[in-house]
C-alpha cells in the first residue's frame, strides 16, 4: 500500500546525543515536511521540502537538521542543541495541490 | 509568526448533538483551509478542506462554512457519534511557502 512510514514509533534520547528520526514514503509526493506536536499547540512546522535536494527552516528550524538527497526520504535530526526534544514527531508529503497525507509519527522522550 | 487561532479547546456532546469547532485567521496570503482528524497515537487524517471562493462545503456529517470578510470558519460535525470522539484541527495553507499552519486542535469527545 502507498504511504509514508515513520521510524522508529517510539525513541529515547540520552542527554547530548543526536538522533535521527526516518519518513519514508512512496506516493511519489515531491513535497515533504516535519512538524512537531506539543500537547495544546497543534502542530508545528519545522522543516520542509519541496524537491530534491532542496529544503527550507519552518517556524522551530533550532535545534533541527533534515537532508533530502532522495525524493522518498526525508530524515529529520534532532540534535543535542535542541533543549526541549520531547514531543511527538510527525513527517508528511504531497503533491501539487493536493492535501498533506501524514505519517503516525515518532514519539521521542529523553532519558 | 502566522497564526491561525482555533476554539474551543475541548468540547463534549451527546450522542446525535452537533458540536462547532471554529478557527479565525489574519494572514491573507492563505488560500486552502482542512480540516484534519486525529486519533491517539496516530497522524492526522484529512476530514474536509474549503478554498476561499465557496461559502460552504458538506462531505457526509461533516460541513464547512467559511466567511472570507471574517477571515473565519467552522467545522459542523451533524448526528455526531462516539466514534467521531477525537483531536480536530484546522490549517490554513500558505501560498508562499507551501506549507500548512495549524490551529491548536479541539478535543471533541461524544457521549453515549
Known amino acids: 500500500d502507498g504511504g509514508i512510514t515513520q521510524s522508529p514509533k517510539y525513541l529515547f534520547r540520552k542527554e547530548g546525543q543526536n538522533v535521527t528520526l526516518s519518513c519514508e514514503q512512496n506516493?511519489?509526493?515531491?513535497?515533504m515536511y516535519w512538524y512537531r506536536q506539543d500537547p495544546g499547540q497543534g502542530l508545528r512546522l519545522i522543516y520542509y521540502?519541496?524537491?530534491?535536494?532542496?529544503?527550507q527552516k519552518g517556524d522551530i528550524a533550532e535545534g533541527y537538521s533534515v537532508s533530502r538527497e532522495k525524493k522518498e526520504s526525508f530524515p529529520l535530526t534532532v540534535t543535542s542543541a535542541q533543549k526541549n526534544p520531547t514531543a511527538f514527531y510527525l513527517c508528511?508529503?504531497?503533491?501539487?495541490?493536493?492535501?498533506?497525507?501524514f505519517g503516525d509519527g515518532t514519539r521521542l522522550s529523553i532519558l | 509568526q502566522q497564526q491561525v487561532k482555533q476554539s474551543p479547546q475541548s468540547l463534549i456532546v451527546q450522542k446525535g448533538g452537533i458540536p462547532i469547532i471554529n478557527c479565525a485567521y489574519e494572514n491573507t496570503a492563505f488560500d486552502y483551509f482542512p480540516w484534519y482528524q486525529q486519533f491517539p497515537g496516530k497522524g492526522p487524517a484529512l476530514l474536509i478542506a474549503?478554498?476561499?471562493?465557496?461559502s460552504e462545503k458538506k462531505e457526509g456529517r461533516f460541513t464547512i462554512s467559511f466567511n472570507k470578510s471574517a477571515k473565519q470558519f467552522s467545522l459542523h460535525i451533524m448526528d455526531s457519534q462516539p466514534g467521531d470522539s477525537a483531536t480536530y484541527f484546522c490549517a490554513a495553507l500558505d501560498t508562499g511557502r507551501r506549507a500548512l499552519t495549524f490551529g491548536s486542535g479541539t478535543r471533541l469527545q461524544v457521549q453515549p
Open positions: 521540502s519541496q524537491i530534491v535536494n532542496d529544503f
Open positions: 508528511a508529503s504531497k503533491a501539487g495541490g493536493q492535501p498533506q497525507h
Open positions: 474549503i478554498r476561499p471562493d465557496v
Open positions: 506516493l511519489n509526493h515531491d513535497a
